[in-house]
């Protein structure tokens, strides 16, 4: 990976965030913790090589600030998905484009990237999402309508849908 890894401990209206990336685009970031502690445990060892920058981040930060207040935020952010394998980076790729407000389901992902049988792939794939929010993992579910599995848990997929529906027009 090329340039200085750099990273962010920042807090937010329901807990604290970590944001780890560098010039070649975010590598990971966390969703709201309770502590700044579990928020840079869950960056990974790589932080221990980072360099803090409230700089380097602070438009993000607004922007993950203004989306955990419940109102809604872009990231068009350059991504780093070089430690992931292809699939992963098509099922992410593919999962920017799901709308603020709207979810799609598994089979929709899979049946999208030409994989219809890979339902459980894809799954796979949105459960190793190191960039939660940025890639909206969270806006996809069964195709029953029920959530399924979060990283953050199901209560928290289902707070940042409900807070996503109430700030449409």
């Not at 953050?152 to 289902?158: E, F, L, S, Y």
């Amino acid at each position: 990976m090329a340039g200085e890894l750099k990273y962010l401990i920042f807090n937010t209206d329901i807990g604290w965030v970590g944001v780890l990336g560098s010039n070649s685009g975010l590598l990971r970031t966390t969703l709201p913790q309770p502590s700044a502690q579990e928020a840079e445990q869950l960056l990974g060892d790589r932080v221990k090589d980072a360099t803090r920058s409230d700089n380097f981040f602070h438009d993000l930060m607004k922007r993950l600030r203004t989306c955990f207040a419940g109102q809604r935020a872009t990231f068009p952010d350059e991504l780093d998905f070089s430690p992931a394998t292809a699939f992963q980076r098509e099922v992410w790729q593919l999962t920017r484009l799901i709308p603020y407000g709207e979810t799609r389901s598994y089979s929709w992902v899979a049946e999208q990237l030409g994989k219809a049988g890979a339902v459980r792939a894809v799954g796979q794939a949105l459960a190793r999402n190191p960039l939660p929010i940025i890639v909206p993992c969270h806006r996809v579910v069964a195709s029953d309508g029920k959530l399924g599995g979060y990283s953050g848990g199901v209560d928290m997929k289902r707070h940042l849908l409900h807070r996503e529906a109430l700030s449409l027009p």
